[in-house]
């Protein structure tokens, strides 16, 4: 009750003196600013290995998203160093270096050169491949390029380990402001959103979310059995996100209290949604928020007993003796700066006026001359498309949640003029796959893959690569000739009385597209009945 008493005492203050400025509310301490560096390096290490478990089928000419496809489904001048080559042995190179450098950044040697490069070698794979992409690679890409115009190497770095100067307490900059700007605008925008819904303001779209098959996982199906409890949950995460403004307002325990319900809501969605890296890439943006107040509480903790803070010590004095190893160049980190500072603060004006400032305007009643066909809107999202840096709009299970659930059914057809599933690899039948929907994609980029498989894109050109796949992929591993293959999906909406009993679900079938292998033309092959 006493945190509650807090934010009151802080919101009063904010609101009965208009002319209170306090820009230690958009500064960040630079523990804060270590702890995000290092939690970005090991979601790089990480995605490349979860990624590197599809790399045949995902990453390579001989894959299902070839080249030349990727280069369809992106923007124009999108830049990808992935671009250069088709060669497989290649791009692992370039995978392999991508982890490489995000361990340079993990350690912080030359940390702002780690975080460019991270940031390009980032959105080149994300070009590479689009359509397993998801909101997690969005925020994460948005991050990362307001992390190139901050010193995240001022602590517990070998960078820090070489500066010839006390490392800074906090950073307060138009930098700093806009990458906690930026995690506040992802939050009140998606709950702005979700207000136009009624499953939302009256709480039954959680328990509707988690009703959910082919996303829900883990503990998810426990969470089913407690549809009250998940449905004050969804309301309070609700009302979270439209007061996330308050996570700049408040200092301190105050602000500390917020943040840790916020982290709670992430950690809950990563044991019960399988929704990818989201929830992890979002408590990194969130320890940006941790004041002072925090490190001074944890250091507090360290050196009460029976804490033994020599347990504590021993990895930065790991860094000094590999900071000592490593070369220093010419120029040390706080003369660059002073030589950089020029620059990036003109790009960075550009950058937060284009990314954030338009983007938000565009939303407003007064929006619309920013937002009309051709206005300053299309233009800043045409350019910061190329660099994968433009703003969605933050529509995360908004503004109406989904309700149904899906999985997908590949009738083929054989030479021998037998039908199989070929998606599932099962006799063929339209029931369902699996009891529990997610556990026919062997990864979570999958869903996200199929997701544009479903969609089709431009003259459906991702379902007919995915279905020439197949075509080819069963004649060369397996000896079975296809002449035809359709693609289906199902439909089960979910209703709170039927959230636990898909039989009791009402079902519909629908085609995605129809190919013909080699020279057959396209036929419906066992349509649904």
């Not at 940390?111 to 998801?134: E, G, K, M, R």
């Not at 409890?229 to 200092?251: A, E, K």
Request: one cysteine or more.
């Amino acid at each position: 009750m006493r945190s509650l008493h807090t934010i009151a005492r802080h919101v009063r203050t904010r609101a009965t003196n208009p002319t209170y400025i306090d820009f230690r509310s958009v500064s960040i301490d630079t523990r804060s600013l270590a702890v995000f560096r290092i939690a970005a390096a090991l979601l790089i290490v990480a995605d490349i290995l979860l990624r590197s478990r599809n790399f045949g089928f995902f990453y390579t000419n001989e894959g299902v998203v070839p080249q030349s496809l990727a280069m369809e489904m992106t923007p124009d001048n999108a830049i990808s160093v992935y671009y250069l080559t088709t060669d497989s042995t290649v791009i692992a190179a370039l995978f392999v270096v991508q982890v490489l450098i995000a361990l340079q950044l993990l350690i912080g040697y030359r940390t702002t050169i780690a975080t460019v490069l991270s940031f390009l070698l980032v959105i080149s794979l994300d070009h590479h491949n689009p359509l397993v992409l998801s909101y997690a690679d969005v925020l994460f890409r948005l991050l990362l390029f307001w992390a190139i115009f901050l010193p995240l190497g001022e602590r517990w770095s070998v960078d820090a380990v070489h500066a010839d100067s006390e490392p800074r307490a906090r950073i307060t900059s138009l930098a700093s402001a806009a990458i906690l700007v930026q995690i506040v605008y992802m939050y009140f925008l998606n709950g702005y959103h979700k207000r136009e819904s009624e499953l939302w303001t009256g709480g039954e779209a959680t328990p509707l979310i988690m009703g959910l098959d082919n996303t829900t996982f883990l503990l998810g199906e426990f969470m089913r059995s407690f549809p009250t409890l998940l449905q004050y949950g969804g309301l309070t995460w609700y009302y979270m996100l439209l007061f996330s403004w308050l996570l700049l307002v408040l200092r301190g325990r105050a602000r500390l209290f917020l943040v840790a319900m916020f982290i709670g809501g992430h950690a809950s969605f990563a044991i019960t949604v399988r929704i990818g890296a989201f929830p992890y890439v979002a408590i990194a943006g969130l320890v940006l928020f941790l004041q002072t107040q925090f490190w001074d509480d944890a250091n507090a903790l360290l050196r009460a007993p029976p804490l033994d803070r020599a347990r504590v010590t021993p990895p930065y004095a790991r860094l000094e003796r590999l900071g000592a190893r490593l070369p220093q160049f010419g120029v040390d980190a706080r003369t660059h700066e002073r030589i950089t500072s020029g620059l990036y603060s003109i790009a960075l004006v550009i950058a937060v006026t284009s990314l954030l400032v338009i983007p938000a305007v565009s939303h407003m009643p007064i929006g619309g001359f920013v937002d009309d066909e051709g206005g300053p809107k299309e233009r800043v999202d045409d350019t910061a498309a190329t660099v994968a840096v433009q703003q969605p709009d933050w529509s995360v299970f908004a503004p109406h949640p989904r309700t149904s659930d899906r999985y997908y059914v590949f009738p083929a057809a054989t030479a021998d003029g037998e039908v199989i599933d070929v998606y599932n690899d099962r006799e063929h039948t339209y029931d369902r796959p699996h009891d529990e929907l997610q556990q026919q994609f062997d990864t979570y980029r999958e869903r996200f893959y199929m997701n544009s498989v479903r969609r089709g894109g431009p003259d459906d050109l991702v379902s007919a690569t995915l279905a020439t796949h197949y075509c080819e992929t069963w004649q060369e591993d397996r000896d079975v000739e296809l002449t035809h293959v359709n693609m289906y999906y199902g439909i089960e909406d979910v209703t709170l009385e039927t959230i636990d009993d898909p039989a009791d679900r009402d079902r519909e079938i629908r085609l995605i597209y129809g190919h013909g292998c080699g020279n057959n033309e396209p036929v419906e092959v066992a349509p649904p009945e």
